[in-house]
């Protein structure tokens, strides 16, 4: 059983402990980190700048809560660009112990039901190494392409990495039926006087574009 829950309403404590417990698990696929980032008090400032983000419409942060008590996971949508690129990048982590379970899979559809609605997305992008085929295969399931190898991508564990980028994009809205209209025939002139036809009415469906929202943590998806 797990729960999604936004990074900036989770204890800081229970994400520090989730980012110690997994420190040399998550090692190869992010960049180098001080002692301070595994402690209390610097999840206690990203927790209130998560806050900001989120209003702010520049990231989107969660963790993967394990029967309400045990953080297990975090994905991160952020690197959002507004405007006419509309895009973001997600990074995802998941503690090896829940590996195999499909949580990973299930906590990402539901976030990934937010993108191009809530979060008003039109794309957004995962970079994973090209040995990480865990990772790959998640994606593609996801609905996700590959759309290249990116060459010295990120610089990860003090080394930089050559990474596949994955896209996912928002569907095109199904065009307006076009209507019809049915050649014209030579009028008739009617023996008696008739009453009016009644007219029909024709719903026309028009796609607005969203509202542009005002405008990260950077890692290989794990």
């Given amino acids: ?37 595994y402690t209390n008090s610097h999840w206690r400032a990203a927790c209130k700048r998560s806050k900001i983000e989120w209003k702010e419409g520049r990231a ?10 045990e953080v297990i996971g975090k994905i991160d949508l952020d690197h959002i660009r ?17 590996e195999g379970q499909s949580i990973m899979r299930r906590a990402m559809e539901e976030v990934l039901s937010m ?3 809530d979060f008003k997305l039109n794309r957004v992008q995962a970079a994973i190494m090209p040995q990480n085929t865990r990772s790959s295969g998640l994606v593609k399931r996801l609905g996700f392409r590959e759309i290249g190898l990116a060459e010295r991508y990120l610089k990860l564990d003090g080394e930089w ?3 596949l ?13 076009t209507e019809t209209k049915a ?36 890692k290989e998806s794990s």
């Fill in 60 to 69: 989107y942060r969660f963790v993967v809560m394990h029967k309400n008590e």
């Fill in 1 to 37: 059983m797990f729960e999604l829950v936004a990074l900036h309403e989770c204890d800081p404590k229970r994400v520090a402990r989730f980012m110690t417990l997994n420190r040399e698990r998550f090692r190869p696929y992010a960049p180098a980190r001080s002692e301070h980032y």
């Fill in 82 to 98: 507004r405007g006419p690129f509309s895009t973001g990048d997600f990074g995802y982590l998941l503690d090896r112990r829940h």
């Fill in 183 to 218: 050649p014209e025939k030579e009028a008739e002139k009617p023996v008696a006087p008739q009453a009016d036809s009644e007219p029909v009415d024709a719903e026309i469906i028009t796609d607005t574009t969203p509202e542009d929202a005002p405008q990260g943590e950077t």
């Fill in 165 to 177: 980028l994955f896209e996912l994009v928002a569907r095109k809205p199904a065009a307006a039926p």
């Fill in 115 to 117: 993108v191009f609605t």
């Fill in 161 to 163: 990495r050559d990474h």
